[in-house]
T-cell receptor
Framework: KAGVTQTPRYLIKTRGQQVTLSCSPI?????VSWYQQTPGQGLQFLFE???????NKGNFPGRFSGRQFSNSRSEMNVSTLELGDSALYLC???????????FGPGTRLTVL | GENVEQHPSTLSVQEGDSAVIKCTYS??????FPWYKQELGKRPQLIID?????GEKKDQRIAVTLNKTAKHFSLHITETQPEDSAVYFC????????????FGQGTRLTINP
């Protein structure tokens, strides 16, 4: 069974730009969660999608948004990038939140 | 509240000794507590989890204990080996409102040969 994949793996953007990250979950998994990982803040929950619906959202500004498609693939968008948005963005798929989360390799975003 | 506090932030032990990492959570309705291990440059991977209907779970050298009254849970690694060196994250399902999985800040464990 193929694992969770994320594209692109690395991104360099400048302040004010926007970015879209993609996550393909494990086949059969309908839950996709997104996390921001920074050295000082650990893993911060961004949002979770299940069957194309956002079920919950973390404490991030409205510049962070996402969506999920009918094939469970998910995208995350960050608009008006700030320097502080530089981080590793991880997605995880599962059959549900109270089950093992399978993480992707992450997208390393650098904002200059 | 939606906090999961994890201690210590760094831990260094001699190979063969035991390591203990502790977490506390705020939502008394939380019912699922996983632990993830993240090796340098790799993605987090589940190593063990526990649900609220049990107080302890063991898998070879790894065990997790849960005290629902005190709202804390701990990871115990016995007979530590160099490959145990990694960052460990605890997490708890927060039930308030819609469910979400909240992670602790992580513990960097170093096993000294």
């Amino acid at each position: 069974k193929a694992g969770v994949t994320q594209t692109p793996r690395y991104l360099i953007k400048t302040r004010g730009q926007q970015v879209t990250l993609s996550c393909s979950p494990i086949s059969g998994h309908r839950s996709v969660s997104w996390y921001q990982q920074t050295p000082g803040q650990g893993l911060q929950f961004l949002f979770e999608y299940f069957s194309e619906t956002q079920r919950n959202k973390g404490n991030f500004p409205g510049r962070f948004s996402g969506r999920q498609f009918s094939n469970s693939r998910s995208e995350m968008n960050v608009s008006t990038l700030e320097l502080g948005d530089s981080a590793l963005y991880l997605c995880a798929s599962s059959v549900g939140l109270v089950n093992e989360q399978f993480f992707g390799p992450g997208t390393r975003l650098t904002v200059l | 509240g939606e906090n999961v506090e994890q201690h210590p932030s760094t831990l260094s032990v001699q190979e063969g000794d035991s390591a203990v990492i502790k977490c506390t959570y705020s939502d008394s309705a939380s019912n699922y507590f996983p632990w993830y291990k993240q090796e340098l440059g790799k993605r987090p991977q589940l190593i063990i989890d526990i649900r609220s209907n049990v107080g302890e779970k063991k898998d070879q050298r790894i065990a997790v204990t849960l005290n629902k009254t005190a709202k804390h849970f701990s990871l115990h690694i016995t007979e530590t080996q160099p490959e145990d060196s990694a960052v460990y994250f605890c997490a708890a399902i927060i039930i308030q409102g819609a469910q979400k999985l909240v992670f602790g800040q992580g513990t960097r464990l170093t096993i000294n040969p």
